[in-house]
């Protein structure tokens, strides 16, 4: 069973705009960590945003804010004022403890319109 | 500054001519990984090292392996490439702490003729 599910194959959106990329997750674990992870064209895979299974508030990091609804197992990322250099590919990830391989998702490209 | 390096960037093989691919890391992290990535996909775990400990994953081709001499380096030997075996072949290391992201290196392109 895919343990973590990315539903927008491809969104676009206008600069300086929000956009919200959907993930959702399955586990049956208590203890885990959600990951989002940015994908340029170069291939280089970065680092955004991070958000336990027992943090109580929504992870931000600058831009980036994670919707974490733990009820209904997701895991929104939300980008605040889309720029150009935005438009990548998003995977969304999940490491269950105390393991430390991720799942990923299938990805979600984002392409930002000026 | 601290970084995943891996070399080279774009390697041409032959079908059938061993190729090994490189990753270096001065984070000083624990476990080191092997990820392929064929376009517009997830990446995809081949194996990973915790220390020296290596672990393959079930579906992982026997025609892939990997060595880890030390803790800075880690490579991937691929015996006989198919043509199905070019991809993007992404290094990246962790610590093992709740919290920590794995770093992805900027990976290697592989194409095979």
């Known amino acids: 069973a895919q343990k973590i599910t990315q539903t927008q194959p491809g969104m676009f959106v206008q600069e300086k705009e929000a956009v919200t990329l959907d993930c959702t997750y399955d586990?049956?674990?208590?203890?885990?960590?959600l990951f989002w992870y940015k994908q340029p064209s170069s291939g280089e895979m970065i680092f955004l945003i991070y958000?336990?299974?027992?943090?109580?508030q929504n992870a931000t990091e600058g831009r980036y804010s994670l919707n974490f609804q733990k009820a209904r197992k997701s895991a929104n990322l939300v980008i605040s004022a889309s720029q150009l250099g935005d438009s990548a590919m998003y995977f969304c990830?999940?490491?269950?403890?105390?393991?430390?391989?991720?799942?990923f998702g299938a990805g979600t490209t984002v392409t930002v319109r000026a | 500054d601290a970084m995943v390096i891996q070399n080279p960037r774009y390697q041409v093989t032959q079908f059938g001519k061993p190729v090994t691919l490189s990753c270096s890391q001065t984070l000083n992290h624990n476990v080191m990984y092997w990820y392929q990535q064929k376009s517009s996909q997830a990446p995809k775990l081949l194996f990973h090292?915790?220390?020296?400990?290596?672990?393959n994953e079930a579906d992982t081709p026997d025609n892939f392996q990997s060595r880890r001499p030390n803790t800075s380096f880690c490579f991937l030997d691929i015996r006989s490439p198919g043509l199905g075996d070019a991809a993007m072949y992404l290094c990246?290391?962790?610590?093992?702490?709740?919290?920590?992201?794995?770093?992805f290196g900027p990976g290697t392109r592989l194409t095979v003729l």
């Open positions: 586990t049956s674990d208590q203890s885990y960590g």
């Open positions: 990246a290391t962790s610590r093992v702490d709740h919290r920590d992201e794995q770093f």
């Open positions: 958000q336990g299974s027992y943090d109580e």
């Open positions: 990830a999940m490491r269950e403890y105390p393991d430390y391989k991720l799942s």
């Open positions: 090292y915790y220390d020296k400990d290596f672990n």
